[in-house]
């Protein structure tokens, strides 16, 4: 979504998506089913692997960022009882493939460091059962505190419907919520998708103020879609 915006907590500020992922705090992106949580932190996952890449030429320090859905990281960390990093480590193995024990020690630092981000998405979708010893969701939040306080700022980006949101789950971390699409995001979006029918685009474009609920149904680019 690179026209995508944000809106922070409690602030009428609306600001553009690079401009909110350049804050160095710990970021909780928030919104509706369907505003773009995924894509939005798929897309961003990809910046920063591009932009690491196009340093290499440059400069020997490889910075990169992976992006986890946040019920595998908390399923593994109770399943195996261990810490953050590790999971981290042994989830991206099982995707890639087998690392070796220098690469697997060169993440954890690279994670520790700063260089490697970290992106996590679906807090919501994460069962929480205060009464359980094994409550998935405590655990991840845990081990997410715990890193922050023993790493050099490890960028750490959380994803999280509004509705199932606890608040407050990290310190001094940035909670921005999407922003639905405006006017002229829907009907670039609309003249997008309709590219081989302009008439048809144009039709639908200056229908949408006259049905007053299509406005507000089709800011939401998956009812949109």
């Given at each position: ?60 320090e ?21 810490g953050?990093?590790?999971v ?5 193995s ?34 929480s ?97």
């Open positions: 979504q690179d026209t995508s915006s944000e809106q922070p907590l409690n602030k009428s500020e609306t600001v553009p998506w690079r401009a909110a992922m350049s804050q160095t705090a710990p970021m909780i992106i928030l919104g509706v089913p369907g505003i773009g949580k995924t894509i939005a932190l798929l897309q961003e996952t990809a910046t920063r692997c591009a932009k690491g890449l196009n340093a290499l030429a440059s400069s020997k490889i910075t990169a960022a992976f992006y986890f859905h946040a019920n595998q990281v908390a399923g593994l960390l109770v399943a195996s009882r261990a953050l990093l590790h981290a480590v042994k989830l991206i099982e995707r890639h493939g087998p690392l070796s024990d220098a690469v697997q020690s060169w993440l954890q630092a690279s994670f520790r460091s700063g260089r490697i981000s970290l992106l996590i998405d679906g807090l919501d979708e994460v069962a059962l205060p009464s359980d010893p094994t409550d998935r969701r405590a655990a991840l939040l845990t081990q997410l505190a715990t890193m922050a306080k023993v790493s050099n700022g490890c960028p750490v980006i959380l994803s999280s419907r509004v509705s199932g949101y606890p608040g407050a789950v990290l310190s001094q971390s940035e909670e921005w919520q999407l922003a639905p699409f405006k006017a002229p995001q829907i009907r670039k979006t609309i003249k997008g998708w309709l590219l081989e029918y302009p008439e048809a685009a144009e039709k639908l474009c200056k229908s949408i103020p006259r049905v007053l609920p299509l406005a507000e149904i089709l800011s939401n680019p998956l009812l949109l879609m």
